[in-house]
């Protein structure tokens, strides 16, 4: 069946460096790759998302690349902050009316 | 102000005994859902629906029950929970299928 593997399951980086998170997914008819951040006891909320027509977004710090030949796409931070410590998981849109949500990445922002 | 409410925020309850997780939005939004969230399995789809009248299975159905009846409710029915059920349980609703995800503030359901 269709599934979204995402990678690293836990990253550790320090303050001001980067953080990628990567994903890949099986159901070539995906169309629609959110983002979303979850903080420890809150609800997950949307940071970034792409579509299938474009190859890479940004909006200030974050940045999400999408590759269609190899079914991969990633979440980029730049400068972290000791606030970006959360729970990030990737999702894609299959090309029915499911969402498939990848396992997330626990980050943490060491100050 | 726009949102997704659900209730109960947590529930325990005790194994067979049917309950009822609400879930509305007052967002006119077409498409809502529910997940599952379990530690290292992320979020997983049980049911979503395009439309009033309109529900399809999502990974694992099983065990649960929702109707649309209205565009803005969609409740979850757990006929007769089970100890599995014990988890973590958001709603969310889009705009329509393809676009961002509002979620609720989540249910912790423990059966025992």
């Known amino acids: 069946g269709e599934n979204v593997e995402q990678h690293p399951s836990t990253l550790s980086v320090q303050e001001g460096d980067s953080a990628v998170i990567k994903c890949t997914y099986s159901d070539s008819a995906s169309n629609y790759f959110p983002w979303y951040k979850q903080e420890l006891g809150k609800r997950p909320q949307l940071i970034i998302d792409i579509r299938s027509n474009v190859g890479e977004k940004k909006d200030q710090r974050i940045a999400v690349t999408l590759n269609k030949t190899a079914k991969h796409f990633s979440l980029h931070i730049t400068e972290t902050q000791p606030e970006d410590s959360a729970v990030y998981f990737c999702a894609a849109n299959t090309g029915g009316f499911k969402t498939i949500f990848g396992a997330g990445t626990r980050l943490f922002v060491k100050a | 102000e726009a949102q997704v409410t659900q209730n109960p925020r947590y529930l325990i309850t005790v194994t067979g005994k049917k309950l009822t997780v609400t879930c509305s939005q007052n967002m006119n939004h077409e498409y809502m859902s529910w997940y599952r969230q379990d530690p290292g399995l992320g979020l997983r789809q049980i049911y979503y629906s395009m439309n009033v009248e309109v529900t399809d299975k999502g990974d694992v159905p099983e065990g649960y029950k929702v109707s649309r009846k209205e565009k803005r409710n969609f409740p979850l029915i757990l006929e007769s929970p089970s100890p599995n059920q014990t988890s973590l349980y958001f709603c969310?609703?889009?705009?329509?299928?393809?676009?961002?995800?509002?979620f609720g503030q989540g249910t912790r359901l423990t059966v025992v």
């Open positions: 969310a609703s889009s705009y329509r299928e393809g676009t961002e995800a509002f």
